[in-house]
């Protein structure tokens, strides 16, 4: 588990392709890696990879064809900088909110522009994800912890103050850019909890406003 809160930004040193998947040499920067050992999970750009060399200044791990084609990380190349985040332990503060490091989507940065000192994003998320998605709930964006100030239909707004542009790579954000994005895991939950038995249906059974209708929490 990470919490969102950016401790380095690293840069993809190499990319060596093994068959259907990739290892991946991630430099770490600043970020100190003396309590790190082999096994030890490391998010970057929000996706947890595990450290399976550590050479000194940052971490050799392998990169599934499953993350490959389910992240931003395909698109990455020697020489990226990327947001990196240790595990968190008992005793860190919870800065941001939980985040898996389990990415749930790709969206697409729709646009950017100055906002005082601030800037602020628009960002387009997967469809399927957008029920996940509210007004001051929290979101991680390429594994950085935000709060969502407006969101319509699948697309979001955040304003990024400039400690987060400076310490993050949000700094490179521009129109077009894919981004990882992870919704509040509560949310998840949320769902199939209300569901109920239904969450154990096959064919996909969700939440529909019928269903919300027949279970009492809308009334008609």
């Known amino acids: 588990m990470f919490t969102g809160i950016i401790e380095s930004i690293g840069e993809i040193a190499a990319l060596e392709p093994k068959q259907d998947d990739v ?11 003396t309590d790190v050992q082999l096994g030890d999970s490391i998010a970057v750009n929000g996706v947890c990879l595990t450290a399976v060399e550590l050479p000194g200044d940052g971490f050799w791990a392998d990169v599934s064809g499953e993350t490959l084609s389910k992240t931003g990380f395909g ?27 389990h990415v749930d989507g790709v969206g697409r940065v729709l646009e950017r522009h100055p906002a005082g000192r601030s800037e602020q994003f628009r960002i387009e998320a997967p469809a399927e994800l957008a029920r996940y998605i509210a007004k001051k709930g929290s ?33 490179e954000f521009r129109a077009g850019r894919r981004v990882n994005l992870e919704v509040d895991i509560i949310a998840r939950y949320l769902e199939r909890l209300i569901l109920g038995d239904r969450a154990a249906e096959p064919n996909g059974a969700g939440i529909s406003e019928a269903f919300l209708a027949e279970n009492g929490f809308l009334k008609r």
Do not use: C, W
């Open 23 to 33: 290892r991946a040499y991630v430099r770490t920067g600043k970020l100190d890696l």
């Open 139 to 171: 979101i991680s964006v390429d594994g950085i912890s935000l709060t969502v100030n407006e969101v319509k239909g699948a697309i979001f707004e955040l304003n990024i103050v400039p400690h987060t542009l400076q310490e993050t790579t949000m700094g």
């Open 75 to 101: 698109d990455l190349k020697a020489g990226s900088r990327v947001n990196l985040e240790k595990a968190l332990t008992p005793t860190t503060r919870l800065g941001g909110h939980l985040v898996s490091g």
